[in-house]
Structures are given as structure tokens and as C-alpha cells.
Nanobody, 123 residues
Framework: QVQLVESGGGAVQAGGSLTLSCAAS????????MAWFRQAPGKEREGVAG???????YYGDSAKGRFTISQDNAKNTVYLQMNSLKPEDTAMYYC?????????????????WGQGTQVTVSS
């Protein structure tokens, strides 16, 4: 089992920044990729960014140019630095980890999920 705990969410004005953290524990060696997803009310969950164990990074269209995913393997922690935030970035952000080969942005490939952290961006 892998446990994921997110932190760092909050309320910020448009144009501001936030950094989310996801601390992983348990059998983390069994995972090959960690990612951030988000879900706004009434919308489907979408992949924001993913990072593979070797360091390869992927971003969803909404994150490109504004968000940066990174990892600290020594701390088993993944970060999401979010800059130039917009009201449409308001959502619950979830950290996830997967073991299987497959598209990083497909939520069905992920076995482990955190409880989520709320990000609210006001205009």
C-alpha cells in the first residue's frame, strides 16, 4: 500500500502562486509515476501534471507554462508549483500514484490517491 498526503492548498487572488506538496509513504518503490489531478464542481477530473520516477515530466494543457511539477526522492515528496493562478484553476487537487504502464493523464491507471487539497482562486 501507498499512502499519499497533500498539503499547501488555500485561497489566493488571481495572479498569485501556491505550492502543493504530496508526501508518499509505504511501498513507494512499487510506483512508477506520481501525478496531480484536479476536479472542479460539476466537471470531470483532469490530469494537471505527472512525473515519472526517472524524472520525465508531463503537463496538461491547462498547466503548461504556469505550473511546475518536481520531486524530492529522498523525501518521497512531489510538489506542484502553481504560478499565475486563474479563477478557473479553482478545484480540489489530488495527488495520485500509479504502478502500471500507461498514459499518465488517465486517472484509471492510478491505484493510490490522496484525500485532496482545495485551491480557490478569486478574481
Amino acid at each position: 500500500q501507498v499512502q499519499l498526503v497533500e498539503s499547501g492548498g488555500g485561497a489566493v487572488q488571481a495572479g498569485g502562486s501556491l505550492t502543493l506538496s504530496c508526501a508518499a509513504s509505504g511501498y513507494t518503490y512499487s510506483t512508477n509515476c506520481m501525478a496531480w489531478f484536479r476536479q472542479a464542481p460539476g466537471k470531470e477530473r483532469e490530469g494537471v501534471a505527472g512525473i515519472y520516477r526517472g524524472g520525465t515530466k508531463y503537463y496538461g494543457d491547462s498547466a503548461k507554462g504556469r505550473f511546475t511539477i518536481s520531486q524530492d526522492n529522498a523525501k518521497n515528496t512531489v510538489y506542484l508549483q502553481m504560478n499565475s493562478l486563474k479563477p478557473e484553476d479553482t478545484a480540489m487537487y489530488y495527488c495520485a500514484a500509479k504502478r502500471v504502464v500507461g498514459d499518465w493523464s488517465n486517472e484509471h491507471n492510478y491505484s493510490y490517491w490522496g484525500q485532496g487539497t482545495q485551491v480557490t482562486v478569486s478574481s
